[in-house]
C-alpha cells in the first residue's frame, strides 16, 4: 500500500518555464489536496478536490492549476513559474474531509531561480 | 482573515521531560482541531485530534488541552523523547465553500536533547 505518492521530489525551474507535480493515491480517497509549505511556515491550501471532475480554489491558488479525470490522480500545474513559487509542496488525501484522516505525501522541493 | 497561530517557534527540552506546545485561533466558529507532527523531509503526520464539544483528549503519551474561553490549545507530550524532535502544527478544520479543509498554524520545532 504505497499511499500518496509524489513526483518528483526536487526540482530546478527557471522563471517563466512549466512544469507539473504529479500526485497519486491508491486508498480510493475521494478528497484531495495541494498544499504549499515556505520556510518556516505552515501549509497553505492551493487547490483541493473532493471527487473526480470537480476541483476548487485554496487560500493561495494564483499561478497554479489543477485537474481531476480519476480518482487516483490530483496533478499541479506551474504555467509560469516565479522565485514566489518557491516552496515545498505537500500533496494529501483524505477519505471523509476529516483532519484526522488526512495522508500526505512526502512532498516536492521546487526551487525557481 | 481568521488564522491559528503558535506562540513559540522552538521549544528546547531534556529527554524524560514534559514538553508542552501552545496554539492561539481566531476563528470563534471553528469546532475541530488537530495536531500534526513533521519531521525532516517527510509530510504531515496525525498525532491527537479534538472537537469542541471536549476540553481534554489523552492518547498515548500526548494529551491535548482546549480552552474554548481564551481560544487557546495546547499538546503535552509526557516522557518526551529523541524521536519526538519534529516540528508540531495545530490545524483547524474550518468551511470553505461547504467543504471541509485544514488551515496549519506556523509551527513549533521541538528539539529534544539526550
Known amino acids: 500500500n504505497a499511499g500518496v505518492t509524489q513526483t518528483p521530489k526536487f526540482r530546478i525551474l527557471k522563471i517563466g518555464q512549466s512544469m507539473t507535480l504529479q500526485c497519486t493515491q491508491d486508498m480510493n480517497h475521494n478528497y484531495m489536496y495541494w498544499y504549499r509549505q515556505d520556510p518556516g511556515m505552515g501549509l497553505k491550501l492551493i487547490y483541493y478536490s473532493v471527487g473526480a471532475g470537480i476541483t476548487d480554489k485554496g487560500e493561495v491558488p494564483n499561478g497554479y492549476n489543477v485537474s481531476r479525470s480519476t480518482t487516483e490522480d490530483f496533478p499541479l500545474r506551474l504555467e509560469l513559474a516565479a522565485p514566489s513559487q518557491t516552496s515545498v509542496y505537500f500533496c494529501?488525501?483524505?477519505?471523509?474531509?476529516?483532519?484526522?484522516?488526512?495522508?500526505f505525501g512526502s512532498g516536492t522541493r521546487l526551487t525557481v531561480v | 482573515g481568521e488564522s491559528v497561530g503558535l506562540h513559540l517557534p522552538t521549544l528546547s527540552v531534556q529527554e524524560g521531560d514534559n514538553s508542552i506546545i501552545n496554539c492561539a485561533y481566531s476563528n470563534s466558529a471553528s469546532d475541530y482541531f488537530i495536531w500534526y507532527k513533521q519531521e525532516s523531509g517527510k509530510g504531515p503526520q496525525f498525532i491527537i485530534d479534538?472537537?469542541?464539544?471536549?476540553d481534554k483528549r489523552q492518547g498515548q503519551r500526548v494529551t491535548v488541552l482546549l480552552n474554548k474561553t481564551v481560544k487557546h490549545l495546547s499538546l503535552q507530550i509526557a516522557a518526551t523523547q529523541p524521536g519526538d524532535s519534529a516540528v508540531y502544527f495545530c490545524?483547524?478544520?474550518?468551511?470553505?465553500?461547504?467543504?471541509?479543509?485544514?488551515?496549519f498554524g506556523k509551527g513549533t520545532m521541538l528539539l529534544v536533547s539526550p
Open positions: 490545524a483547524e478544520n474550518a468551511k470553505n465553500s461547504g467543504y471541509s479543509t485544514l488551515t
Open positions: 494529501a488525501s483524505s477519505y471523509d474531509g476529516q483532519g484526522d484522516g488526512y495522508t
Open positions: 479534538i472537537r469542541s464539544n471536549m
